[in-house]
């Protein structure tokens, strides 16, 4: 098992084993704070900003005082949008993966109720709702709060802006009163200090200021991008700028090694760091960045801690942190000594909720940028590969190697030719591996693509053209037709950028819904499915007029 400063805060070893799974190697401060006071049943105010690690704080103790044999409800956390609910619950599965009969889960509007009504009839220890469900399942008697012992209030402040205190109240007066009430909070108000006094018994507070971004000089930016192609976009990205040295970070020990290893047989200079390693093998990578034996240094928070190294020119957030406070740690290695430098931060899935919540922290703007397609890498490297080579004739002895190019010269082969022969052989290994795609009915040089979203999901002309431009950098001279219909569209892409569009694009979002794409299909085979069908369709017809209950009224008729 993974070792950390979570086994000084008197957590049990399925806790901890769950807690290194998930790659945190240290407790956060709210943590360190917030975990022995509520492992104690005392009342907690927690000030602290989203991504600080709270969930955390009260989950870890709130699991470990659970009574796993009791199948009744224990625990209520009430949560102001049904996304945090969501997040929450999901943190909370992952702590509990070592803990037997622990059950827990989310409920929220939006969500069919009779699918909660079932899922809640098989016992759950632990809710975690949003306050108008929560007083639904009360009000239908579908939860019993007699024996919570346990209440959180989670972005409490939030709650209350929404105007949710009269719900919390109406919650609180079905609870006992002899329970434990834990409230997190970026902000104290007035209001809240009231809710305290009247519900909270001597509450414990645990305050936790962030810093501010002082990092004015790094130019900030991310990519939207599906979690197996994030290689794939720092290669292309280290590829294009050439940087002398550049910190990658994630958030596990295991992601850290992964990546090297990867990196490594991709030909780049790389190393990592993480905890794991001796304080020998931890100077030795030390040593070979500073001096410039390795460019790229894959690490986690905790290992880089103390890094003050020159010249780093670029940060990438390969895995968004799990600490607000790491992005500001993260970047403020970059744009050093009055340069400037950049940070990258690769959002998958969800993550882009984190970001949103690393904005407001930092008070600063991350903007979106298009990821660069492979073409524009290709042509870089060319111009790289051509100066490199300008650099040899100008600084190597080639005189072998001008003897053998003037005896073809004398078989009356051109010297342009030789080159250009030479060239082409070399470059060929740089070119984009084309997916053969098969016959999609497009216009010559096209590939025609499939795509589930339509008119009726707000699909237009200029969301299609942006949303490809931003995650695969293709412009609208690579883009051929696009038709679009009610429910779904087709889009014809240039045939060597095809393989790239399909790879970056397939199931990912477009205006915050799932886009599936696919290759089309031939015309004339969707044209003898839809003949098929219209056939079937007669003969059913047919059948229904020859039997004696024909009844030309009959609701399935004319289905």
């Given at each position: 098992m993974e070792q950390s400063d979570f086994k000084d805060l008197n957590i049990s070893p399925e806790i901890q084993k769950a807690v290194a799974d998930m790659g945190f190697e240290e407790a956060t401060p709210i943590q360190k704070l917030s975990i022995p006071k509520i492992l104690a049943h005392k009342d907690v105010i927690g000030q602290a900003q989203t991504g600080t690690g709270k969930t955390a704080a009260f989950g870890i103790p709130l699991l470990q005082n659970i009574n796993s044999k009791n199948k009744n409800l224990q625990a209520i956390i009430l949560c102001p949008t049904r996304e945090l609910a969501i997040q929450v619950a999901e943190e909370l599965r992952k702590l509990s993966?070592?803990?037997?009969?622990?059950?827990?889960?989310?409920?929220?509007?939006?969500?069919?109720?009779?699918?909660?009504?079932?899922?809640?009839?098989k016992g759950v220890q632990i809710i975690i709702g949003t306050p108008g469900r929560v007083m639904d399942h009360i009000d239908r008697k579908t939860i019993d709060l007699s024996?919570?012992?346990?209440?959180?209030?989670?972005?409490?402040?939030e709650m209350l802006d929404m105007g949710f205190r009269e719900d919390i109240e109406y919650i609180l007066e079905d609870i006992p009163y002899e329970r434990q009430f834990l409230l997190f909070s970026a902000t104290l108000p007035k209001e809240i200090m009231q809710l305290t006094r009247r519900y909270q018994n001597n509450p414990e507070v645990v305050k936790i200021t962030h810093h501010e971004l002082t990092t004015p000089d790094v130019e900030q930016k991310y990519f939207e991008v599906k979690e197996d192609m994030k290689l794939e976009l720092l290669s292309r990205i280290l590829d294009l700028n050439h940087f002398e040295l550049s910190l990658v970070f994630c958030n596990t020990k295991r992601k850290v090694d992964k990546l090297v290893s990867h990196?490594?047989?991709?030909?780049?200079?790389?190393?990592?760091?993480?905890?794991?390693?001796?304080q020998n093998q931890r100077d030795r990578v030390m040593h070979k960045f500073k001096n410039g034996n390795i460019d790229i240094l894959v690490a986690t928070d905790v290992a880089?801690?103390?890094i003050d190294v020159s010249g780093v020119e670029a940060v990438f957030n390969y895995d968004i942190p799990n600490d607000n406070e790491y992005y500001v740690h993260r970047i403020g290695r970059t744009g050093r000594a009055g340069k400037t430098g950049k940070a990258y931060s690769f959002v998958s899935g969800r993550e882009i909720y984190q970001l949103r919540d690393i904005q407001r922290y930092a008070k600063t703007k991350i903007e979106q940028a298009p990821i660069p397609s492979l073409s524009t890498v290709n042509e870089v490297k060319k111009d790289n590969?051509?100066?490199?080579?300008?650099?040899?004739?100008?600084?190597?002895?080639?005189?072998?190697?001008?003897?053998?190019i003037e005896k073809l010269v004398e078989e009356n082969y051109t010297s342009i030719d030789i080159a250009a022969t030479l060239l082409k052989e070399i470059m060929r290994e740089n070119k984009p591996n084309e997916e053969e795609f098969g016959n999609t009915e497009a216009h010559d040089?096209?590939?025609?693509?499939?795509?589930s979203l339509g008119r009726k999901q707000g699909i237009n002309i200029t969301v299609i053209l942006n949303s490809i431009y931003e995650k695969t950098g293709l412009n609208g001279r690579q883009v051929g037709n696009i038709d679009i219909f009610d429910n779904f569209s087709f889009v014809e892409i240039a045939k060597e950028h095809a393989s790239d569009f399909y790879r970056f694009m397939a199931d990912t979002y477009i205006e915050n819904k799932r886009l599936h794409l696919e290759p089309a299909r031939p015309r004339d085979k969707e044209n003898k499915n839809n003949k098929k069908r219209i056939k079937n369709k007669k003969r059913f017809k047919k059948n229904n007029r020859a039997?004696?209950?024909?009844?030309p009224h009959r609701k399935d008729y004319n289905k």
């Open positions: 993966a070592y803990l037997h009969n622990i059950n827990v889960i989310p409920i929220y509007g939006g969500q069919p109720i009779e699918r909660q009504i079932k899922a809640l009839t024996q919570v012992s346990t209440v959180i209030l989670d972005e409490a402040d990196l490594q047989i991709r030909g780049y200079l790389a190393d990592g760091l993480h905890g794991d390693l001796t880089a801690r103390g590969f051509i100066d490199q080579l300008k650099n040899k004739i100008e600084t190597e002895d080639i005189s072998k190697e001008i003897y053998v040089g096209f590939v025609r693509f499939f795509m039997s004696k209950n024909f009844n």
